[in-house]
């Protein structure tokens, strides 16, 4: 709750997002009453979270692979080349605006409702 009062919904307001929609895994602290409540009260659209669902994470249909994609068969001789290397790639996506998952969700989110949770491609 600490999260959705005190980053979140500012953050809701200063970007002025009028409809956000929310997308929550079924853990606990997500499906707890205060939460449903705040984002009642907010007028905040939930979208129901198929279970195992692992097709609805942005950053696994689209994130994960475009990060790991420019380092394949790369061999790195400590972790902090590694470190050097992957913060590029995330830096230079996210200058090119290239992580488009999370605009994509709404609409991969009916896709795996209509297949009743079950993988899509």
């Not at 198929?50 to 068969?73: A, E, T």
């Not at 080349?81 to 290239?98: A, D, F, G, T």
Request: charged share 30%; glycine share 4%; proline share 8%.
């Amino acid at each position: 709750m600490d999260f959705l009062d005190r980053v979140l919904h500012p953050q809701v307001i200063k970007r002025r997002i009028h409809n956000p929609l929310i997308l929550q895994d079924n853990a606990g602290p997500h499906r707890h009453h205060d939460v449903k409540s705040f984002f009642t009260r907010h007028r905040w659209v939930v979208m129901e979270h198929p279970p195992y669902s692992p097709d609805l994470s942005p950053p696994d249909f689209d994130g994960f692979s475009r990060i790991k994609r420019p380092n394949k068969g790369t061999r790195f001789n400590n972790f902090g080349q590694l470190k050097s290397s992957y913060e590029c790639v995330i830096n230079e996506l996210n200058k090119k605006n290239e992580f488009t998952g999370i605009d994509d969700l709404p609409e991969r989110w009916e896709s795996v409702v209509q297949a009743l949770g079950d993988y899509i491609e």
